[in-house]
């Protein structure tokens, strides 16, 4: 755990944190370590980190009936505004058995506007006994409204790479770099929509054709049409944010490079 996890996990115990945390950094896995350690120090009988007491192993096995997880799934990648009203509804009622109602967000890069403004409200003024923790890789793919409510929280960890997505991305850009072949790019718009995090996804698309700007993946493509493609995935990520089709923001991207 970094020093700022601990000094995280500190202000939890004294019962000084704030209401509306954003966590965020390049590693999911360490950030949702960081929740669940927050969401036990705030309910710990024993009133440790996280421990072995029957509310910390309930959070572990996430049945505890005061810690909520509001998160994406393979089939639905955006956080809706149904989720959000449970959400908001289930902030207004009292701990059932723990100190503190926790909610855990993850990834708040997946709220759709939607959900963003129904949780406004409830993240501006929530009850005394609820802390609400968001997890994203950048506070950038979060509204400004809901960034402006929260206390951020920089998480470090290793930088997560999905390298078997990065080398599929790189031979599809190889074969359209070599015969001019689209059918190449829409296979990556096709791969790159279908993963689980569709904007890790886009964003690695974006760090490989840098890579291929700096000239670290060979590839006869024009240096202005990559840099112009890196430049319209960036975008591509925010369009994710409000609902746009995944395939067809990373297809536009890609365009840029044909000529
Ligand atoms: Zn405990």
């Not at 120090?41 to 309930?58: H, M, P, S, V």
């Not at 296979?187 to 000239?215: K, M, P, R, W």
Request: with cysteine; net charge negative.
């Amino acid at each position: 755990m970094s020093a700022t996890a601990e000094l995280l996990l500190q202000t939890a115990q004294r019962g000084e944190l704030h209401h509306a945390i954003l966590c965020y950094g390049p590693n999911a896995a360490t950030l949702r370590e960081v929740a669940l350690r927050i969401a036990k120090t705030l309910n710990c009988l024993n009133g440790t980190e996280g421990d072995d007491c029957t509310a910390c192993r309930r959070i572990e096995q996430r049945m505890h009936p005061d810690v909520h997880f509001i998160e994406v799934t393979a089939e639905r990648k955006m956080i809706s505004v149904e989720q959000i009203r449970e959400m908001v509804a289930a902030a207004t009622l009292r701990p059932y058995e723990g100190r503190n109602k926790v909610f855990i967000i993850d990834p708040a890069h997946a709220l759709s506007v939607g959900g963003s403004n129904s949780l406004l409200k409830t993240l501006e003024e929530p009850a005394g006994d609820t802390t609400f923790i968001l997890l994203t890789r950048s506070p950038d793919l979060l509204l400004p409204t809901i960034r402006s409510r929260c206390q951020p929280v920089f998480i470090g960890g290793e930088v997560e790479t999905n390298d078997a997505l990065a080398a599929s991305i790189v031979a599809s850009l190889t074969r359209f770099s070599d015969d001019r072949d689209t059918a190449a790019l829409l296979g990556i718009a096709a791969l790159v929509a279908a993963q689980d995090d569709c904007s890790d996804a886009v964003a690695l698309l974006g760090q490989v054709l840098c890579d291929a700007v700096a000239g670290r993946v060979p590839l006869s493509i024009d240096r202005d049409r990559l840099l112009a493609a890196a430049d319209a995935t960036t975008n591509a990520i925010r369009w994710l944010t409000v609902n746009a089709d995944a395939r067809m923001l990373v297809e536009q991207a890609l365009a840029e490079l044909v000529t």
